[in-house]
């Protein structure tokens, strides 16, 4: 899935660990279907990523003063390959996971302007 998180000025950032200035995190909605397994399993969600070495909370990205922050309906932040968003199948083996995610500033300084890119896989466990 690719996420587009829109335009921002790089001024917009002003300290370590905060969104842009007047930034709404993207809402981000994942079906789960599974099958061959009980329904009603209790599972887990985690995303893997190389963390931002000044951030490590956050995903890295192409721009060393952005990282990606993911977080769950509750706002707790899901850092990378730790945080986990529990969840638990329905009687059709199926679910859908919610999370938020946005750039933030990992260092505190203005980033180079232009566009950034990360990656991260998102992995589903038994709890």
Known sequence: MTVDFG?????????KGQ??????PKT???PIKCNGM???ASLTLRFQ???STDE???IKTSNDDVGVQITDDSG?????????IPFQLDDNMQATVTFHAAPISTTGN???EGTFSATAYIRVDFA
Request: aromatic content about 8%; charged content about 15%; proline content about 10%.
């Open 76 to 84: 707790k932040v899901i850092e990378p390959n730790s945080g986990l």
């Open 28 to 30: 981000i909605t994942v």
């Open 110 to 112: 203005a980033p180079a």
């Open 7 to 15: 335009s921002f000025m790089s001024g917009e950032f002003k300290n």
């Open 49 to 51: 990523a190389e963390a």
């Open 19 to 24: 969104m842009p200035t007047g930034y709404t």
């Open 56 to 58: 490590p909370a956050a």
């Open 38 to 40: 009980d329904a009603n």
